[in-house]
């Protein structure tokens, strides 16, 4: 497999330094920036961002650190552009106290994001294109699983998605459509406390 190829692969991260570096929130914003840019110097997402170029570019240092942004190919000498090592990732903290509170703190900043990123859709939503309001917005659904069951559950979810990452990369732009927009679709599991009764 090319170097490049591996871009496009899942990245497994359990290193805590790497989650911990990951789990803040201008970072994880800059990540996500770069990614979908393809590649993006500091200057350009310090503007998107509202930040100022230096704290972009110590944070993108800072992501780098830990492999995940990499310098990309410049146009010319003078623009020094990033892009991310990989453009999809799971976390798996394993036995690592540190690690599983990176990864919960991480976790949150996901999930907060993509409130906010619901609320932004629902504001949006009435002028979109017929037929886009119908496929998005939240399923929800309670139901009993065991843990072979829910390991199952993300078996087949990660057989569904992965297809589809790989056929249109972040940041690969000539993959895409033209009518292909980006979609965030996070599956988020969670056990919840059974009712008085044991419901």
Do not use: C
């Not at 290193?15 to 570096?21: E, F, I, N, Q, V």
């Not at 914003?29 to 393809?38: D, I, S, T």
């Not at 949150?108 to 994001?113: C, I, Q, S």
């Not at 292909?180 to 009712?195: G, M, S």
Request: proline content about 6%; glycine content about 6%; charged content about 30%.
């Amino acid at each position: 497999m090319s170097l490049e190829s591996e871009r496009y692969e899942r990245r497994v991260i359990g290193d805590p330094y790497a989650l911990r570096a990951l789990a803040h929130p201008l970072r994880l914003k800059l990540h996500a920036l770069v990614g979908r840019e393809g590649t993006i110097t500091a200057a350009e997402a310090a503007r998107q961002l509202g930040v100022s170029q230096a704290l972009a570019s110590h944070h993108l240092r800072q992501l780098a650190k830990y492999d995940l942004v990499e310098p990309a190919e410049a146009g010319d000498n003078r623009e020094r552009p990033w892009r991310v090592t990989h453009t999809s990732n799971r976390f798996e903290p394993g036995d690592s106290t540190e690690a599983w509170e990176a990864t919960e703190a991480l976790e949150r900043f996901l999930v907060e994001r993509l409130s906010a990123q619901l609320a932004d859709w629902q504001m949006r939503r009435a002028d979109a294109e017929p037929g886009w309001s119908e496929q998005t917005g939240v399923s929800q659904n309670v139901i009993y699983l065991t843990l072979d069951e829910l390991a199952e559950l993300n078996r087949a979810w990660d057989e569904l998605i992965t297809p589809l990452v790989r056929r249109r990369p972040l940041g690969d732009r000539e993959a895409r459509p033209a009518d292909a927009v980006p979609i965030d679709v996070t599956l988020v599991a969670v056990p919840v406390r059974p009712t008085a009764s044991g419901g």
